[in-house]
């Protein structure tokens, strides 16, 4: 018996190109290879998976026919005709091993970054333009707010300026009504006298001898009133009011003024020192009171100041009885009110002329 030659052995004409190229389709997983086989059965060309098994096949068939013909009946359904093999794919051939259906159709996957490049720091491009357009702008927004401020400074000035100027208005207004006052005390005591001596002159007329001692009495009284009024000169003048504004001293000087039209001048200092600062200025000063003077207190007379003394613009006197009106005493700084001491060691007067 002859050797059958091992391998796979088809029946001659069993096999269909359709169910072979159906099984490898339905076996490959790439549909690149299922395009291949379909490409291969539309061309008419058969392709031959078991090309090894059957290459055996026609050296092997000259034995298979000198056998005797029960052996060849015995192995006729073993024995198969050559296989048939067509034209090579270069295609199917060349694929790599690690190709897929996506490169094969000329798909690429994007690679990955290389493990030197991770954890770099990105590079930031300055936009130099854009940065001075930023500076500029800040700039000019900082000295918009500059000029804010300075006008809130110079309004807040002038604001300051025109209080201050208010509160001087105010105090020369106060302190022209004790003026005004006692300008019309002064006019009442001048029309009370003046009764008084037509009073006297009718008594005299009814009286004769009544008249004549009242006329020597009267005589007498203003020979001693001649005698012991105090001589009174000028002195040096100023052109502003030269004190501490609110304080007692620039009250008096202002009084001065709304009486005599001017500020007394070359001299200065606390109220204590007034009185020989102004003798040496050229203006009388005295001890006896008198109206339309500047009562010049040291400290502690009549509530004072212990370190700087005090003044007061005399308006009336009555006897030992002074009337003044000051500043800086029972109603505070920049105020005026009206009092009447009695005169008292300690006590001097600079007289206006």
């Not at 304080?247 to 200092?269: D, H």
């Not at 007061?312 to 002074?322: E, H, L, R, S």
């Amino acid at each position: 018996m002859n050797a059958v030659t091992p391998g796979r052995h088809r029946a001659p004409g069993g096999h269909s190109v359709i169910a072979e190229l159906t099984s490898i389709a339905r076996e490959s997983a790439q549909p690149a290879l299922k395009s291949a086989a379909v490409l291969t059965a539309t061309g008419g060309l058969v392709v031959s998976i078991g090309g090894a098994a059957n290459a055996a096949e026609p050296a092997a068939e000259p034995a298979a026919r000198s056998a005797s013909p029960a052996a060849v009946g015995t192995h006729s359904g073993i024995v198969a005709g050559p296989a048939i093999s067509g034209p090579a794919i270069a295609g199917l051939q060349a694929l790599p091993q690690h190709s897929s259906a996506l490169s094969t159709i000329g798909f690429t996957a994007k690679t990955k970054a290389k493990a030197g490049t991770a954890g770099k720091k990105t590079v930031a491009i300055r936009d130099v333009v854009v940065e001075r357009k930023r500076a500029a702008a800040k700039k000019a927004a900082a000295k918009r707010v500059a000029a804010r401020k300075a006008a809130v400074r110079k309004a807040a000035a002038r604001r300051a300026a025109a209080q201050r100027a208010a509160a001087q208005r105010a105090a020369t207004q106060r302190a022209s009504a004790p003026q005004a006052s006692a300008s019309r005390a002064s006019r009442g005591s001048t029309s009370r006298r003046s009764l008084t001596n037509s009073t006297a002159t009718t008594k005299s007329k009814v009286n004769t001898s009544s008249r004549s001692a009242t006329s020597r009495s009267t005589s007498s009284r203003k020979a001693a009133s001649r005698s012991s009024a105090p001589r009174v000169s000028s002195g040096t003048r100023s052109g502003h009011n030269w004190a501490t504004p609110g304080q007692c001293t620039w009250g008096a000087l202002n009084m001065w003024r709304q009486s005599q039209g001017y500020y007394p001048g070359g001299f200065s200092g606390n109220a204590l020192s007034w009185g020989w600062g102004a003798a040496n200025a050229g203006y009388s000063v005295g001890s006896a009171p008198r109206s339309r003077s500047i009562v010049v207190m040291q400290p502690g007379v009549h509530g004072s100041s212990a370190s700087a003394g005090h003044v007061g613009w005399v308006t009336a006197v009555n006897g030992n009885k002074v009337t003044i009106v000051e500043m800086n005493a029972l109603a505070g700084p920049y105020n005026y009110n009206t009092r009447t001491v009695t005169h008292t060691g300690g006590m001097s007067y600079i007289y206006a002329p």
